[in-house]
């Protein structure tokens, strides 16, 4: 084809802003500069187009070449084994995603049982293949419960990636000290200017890192910049003494008890509270201890409780809100907190030496047992004391689910928590045993991983006799996902009777026997897959 090209000439102003008015016009309705109509017209427009885009870029002035990216640090730990990094890369290819309400079939879902393998390659202390750390990244960016498993595992490769991605830098805030390298601990000279002059990331980090090892270096530390801080950063570095907390922490408690802020007072308070021999924990004994009677008026004697009639400003200095919630009475409100706030040991002595078991068996008269039983319920949880825990659950095959104290099954979870994992896990077997699964999906969160063979035979035994009664199946559907993630692998041979479809019942729901047999089927499948996991990964 003969093109005819326009004359190039020295540009006109605006020459490449005419150019394209002429292409969104057309050349039949505004020619070309250069050329005449016809049709020809559009061959020379695009000449003129190439011409002076040629003549743009020549006349750009070179850039300053950007700084090349550093090397990667090396990560000494071991790699993984072939088979453990080949379970990986397919456990990170699967994302089947269920759909709201769907059936999910027999197959596992490989995403849920992510978390448990990062868990146990952590544990052994591999290093990933350096192919798998952008998908690895990507997965912890959709899901913030997998991001400190996976910034472990993918280790300092992780940071130096996500400096070149801004789609990962959820890895910089998610690292101690935003990804920067901590000091030395015994290093004093460079420990003390990193936390006088480093960003609030790396002093959060350094006072963590510091309270895990040194504890009183830490409060030590924290005490020579308190005054200056602000109220939000104060609360904050004041949350780290949690850890390691001990009577040597009171005195520094005890002046932040006037801080100017009430959050900061609200958790000085609550951390000494948690010291059962801190003074702020005998102030409160003591005013508890005046609410709180023998009434010995009626046949059976009975727990007899007279709330307080004001918060004096020496109950709102060791933290009693005064402000009660909306709905809650004042007096209601102020006899919770001070009764969490005394050492569960004031009990006894007030009571006439009881047992934490037949104190709580008391009646509690006018009403005030639920009240009583929760601030009871809350200070075994922050005293983290097990006897006290025993007393408030009651008896696992006990015909009231809520139990002699707590007040609810949130209550008992937490209360469960202060248990050890063997005694924690025989407990909740015992429950489900009794009431079923319906009322055990909280509880059965707080057991330890995977679950002890009694609490996981009382699970299965649950579920078989949920699907022979012909229940709804999709209202245990939550207890069959933890299953899946909780179960002891060995489990899954005592599954294979109930792979088969059952005979259902005329009061069961259509199609509820497959649904069944699905969910066993995955199940069974799961476990085996998670012992394979295992043992790819050397893991006992």
Not at 93 to 99: H, I, L, M, Q, T
Not at 168 to 190: M, N, V
Not at 197 to 211: D, H, K, M, N, T
Not at 311 to 325: F, I, L, S
Request: hydrophobic share 45%; proline share 9%.
């Amino acid at each position: 084809m003969n093109r005819t090209s326009a004359p190039v000439g020295a540009p006109a102003a605006g020459a490449w802003e005419g150019l394209v008015t002429t292409a969104l016009l057309g050349t039949d309705r505004r020619s070309t500069p250069g050329a005449g109509p016809g049709p020809e017209a559009p061959v020379a427009l695009l000449d003129a187009a190439a011409v002076e885009t040629v003549r743009r870029r020549a006349g750009l002035r070179p850039a300053r070449a950007a700084e090349r990216p550093r090397p990667a640090p090396e990560d000494p730990r071991p790699p993984l084994p072939p088979a453990a990094a080949r379970r990986l890369a397919m456990l990170l290819a699967d994302r089947p995603g269920v759909s709201g309400g769907g059936r999910r079939g027999a197959a596992p879902d490989l995403m849920e049982l992510l978390p448990q393998w990062l868990a146990a390659a952590n544990a052994r202390g591999f290093a990933p293949p350096p192919q798998v750390l952008p998908a690895l990244l990507d997965a912890a960016r959709g899901r913030t419960d997998l991001r400190p498993p996976v910034l472990e595992f993918a280790g300092p490769r992780a940071l130096w990636l996500a400096r070149l991605n801004p789609d990962w830098r959820f890895a910089l805030r998610s690292a101690p000290g935003g990804g920067a390298a901590l000091p030395h601990l015994e290093d004093d000279d460079t420990v003390r200017r990193l936390w006088q002059e480093g960003l609030f990331a790396e002093r959060v980090a350094l006072l963590s890192a510091l309270r895990s090892r040194q504890p009183s270096a830490a409060r030590d530390l924290l005490a020579t910049t308190w005054a200056t801080e602000r109220a939000e950063d104060r609360l904050m570095f004041l949350d780290s003494l949690r850890s390691g907390l001990g009577p040597e922490d009171e005195a520094f408690l005890e002046q932040a008890l006037a801080d100017r802020s009430r959050n900061v007072r609200a958790t000085a308070a609550e951390l000494l509270s948690a010291l059962p021999g801190s003074a702020l924990a005998g102030r409160m004994a003591v005013r508890a201890e005046a609410c709180v009677a023998v009434d010995r008026t009626q046949s059976t004697p009975a727990i007899a409780v007279e709330a307080p009639h004001e918060c004096d400003p020496g109950m709102e200095r060791d933290g009693v809100v005064a402000k009660a919630p909306a709905g809650r009475g004042e007096r209601s409100w102020w006899f919770g907190q001070l009764v969490e706030a005394a050492p569960l040991a004031t009990w006894s002595r007030r009571l006439g030496g009881r047992t934490p078991r037949e104190i709580v068996a008391r009646p509690v008269a006018d009403g005030w047992q639920g009240e009583l039983h929760a601030a009871w319920c809350r200070a075994a949880v922050r005293q983290q004391d097990a006897e006290w825990s025993r007393a408030l659950l009651g008896e696992p095959s006990a015909p009231e689910a809520g139990g002699p104290g707590a007040v609810s099954l949130a209550e008992r979870a937490k209360l469960l928590g202060t248990l050890h994992a063997d005694e924690r896990a025989e407990w909740v077997a015992g429950f489900i045993a009794t009431h079923g699964l319906s009322e055990a999906f909280q509880l059965l969160g707080v057991c330890a991983v995977p679950w002890a063979a009694p609490l996981g035979r009382a699970v299965v035994d649950a579920l078989n006799i949920a699907r022979d009664a012909g229940s709804y199946p999709w209202s245990f559907s939550g207890v069959m996902g933890l299953a899946e993630r909780c179960l002891d692998p060995s489990e899954a041979g005592r599954l294979d009777a109930l792979l088969a479809v059952p005979d259902e019942p005329e009061s069961a729901s259509p199609g509820a026997g497959g649904y069944w047999a699905e969910s066993f089927q995955r199940l069974a499948t799961t476990l085996r897959l998670r012992a394979a996991m295992a043992e790819e990964l050397g893991a006992p």
